[in-house]
């Protein structure tokens, strides 16, 4: 049921980029058109491509956002507790689905916040506003459209309250480690010295796990693999043969990261019709789609303290499997 006065408690703004945000032409011309081949793995989620995650996330291998959302589960009071935010600002917010694990938290609590979601769909975040402020009519939601790798700089949240910064899913883990110290340093300077940061990081393991979450069984992670050289299609007036590249994931132990390939099965041209341009690509040949860096608890110490914050409490999942962080400012 919809509350008639949940609309009154909903509103947007848009956040300008701080700093130019690569397109899709920047990013092919820059890393697809020689070799060695990489996009980055943002170009996933086209509505199709948001769909098959979805799936992703239900397949018996795909541990990360089980264990999250379990984590979130047990220790959303615990969270909410130690943090009291006035103010709960998400990065990559996409559908608000663990968050909610917060707000019930807060529910029980009686702890009142306004929700921040910032993202670069509009609609989705704006429906799952909705539905947030029809099932806590004590949130009010004021959803951020941009993207958030463009800086924070152009983020304007009320002076006055505490607020928790909330990065979730392990998305930390997709950026070079350079990036990720940088955008965790963005977060620190934003940070005031009684606000803190709620981090889901995923952790080392063994191989073979690492491994199946990205190569499921049911090859739902191969099609939502090969779907960004649909998007390529669609997008740039290329003709990229889907079905004659085979998805591949490797754990690189050197630099702690998954990593998720392309590989052509045969030699073939690619016109690029946006671009006016052709590559060839030979039998073998891999296109690197995303990096997915894992942690150990000393490695986490590391980032923390490299972008001037300090670990403030630490929830993991069974053996280790994932990690659920709250930091904070170093002084």
Request: glycine residues 8%; hydrophobic residues 45%; aromatic residues 8%.
């Amino acid at each position: 049921m919809r509350f008639p006065e949940s609309a009154a408690r909903l509103a947007s703004t848009r956040v300008m980029p701080a700093r130019p945000v690569p397109s899709l032409v920047d990013d092919v011309r820059a890393g697809l058109l020689s070799p060695p081949r990489r996009l980055p793995p943002k170009y996933f989620y086209d509505d199709h491509g948001s769909r098959l995650f979805e799936a992703i996330c239900e397949t018996p291998e795909y541990y990360p956002s089980r264990a999250e959302a379990a984590l979130l589960a047990e220790h959303g009071v615990d969270i909410i507790e130690a943090t009291r935010p006035e103010h709960l600002l998400e990065l990559g917010s996409g559908s608000s689905r663990k968050t909610r694990h917060l707000f019930d938290a807060c529910d029980r609590l009686g702890a009142a916040c306004t929700y921040w979601p910032f993202d670069v769909s509009a609609q989705m975040m704006l429906d799952a506003g909705t539905a947030l402020a029809d099932d806590y009519p004590w949130l009010d939601v004021h959803a951020l459209i941009g993207d958030y790798t463009g800086g924070l700089a152009g983020v304007s949240l009320p002076e006055a309250g505490r607020r928790l910064i909330v990065f979730l899913g392990g998305t930390l883990g997709n950026f070079e480690p350079a990036d990720a110290q940088a955008m965790l340093e963005e977060i620190a300077a934003l940070m005031r010295g009684d606000d803190a940061l709620l981090l889901g990081l995923d952790r080392v393991k063994d191989r073979g796990r690492l491994e199946a979450a990205y190569d499921d069984a049911q090859g739902i992670t191969a099609e939502f693999n090969r779907n960004v050289l649909s998007v390529l299609n669609r997008e740039l007036d290329a003709d990229f043969p889907v079905a004659d590249y085979r998805h591949r994931a490797v754990f690189d132990a050197e630099h702690a990261r998954i990593e998720m390939r392309l590989v052509a099965e045969r030699g073939h041209r690619v016109s690029l019709g946006a671009l006016d341009e052709t590559i060839a690509i030979d039998a073998g040949e891999e296109i690197v789609t995303e990096f997915s860096h894992k942690f150990t608890p000393a490695s986490i110490q590391r980032l923390l303290a490299r972008a001037g914050l300090k670990l403030d409490a630490h929830f993991e999942a069974g053996d280790g499997d994932y990690s659920l962080l709250i930091a904070r400012r170093a002084a």
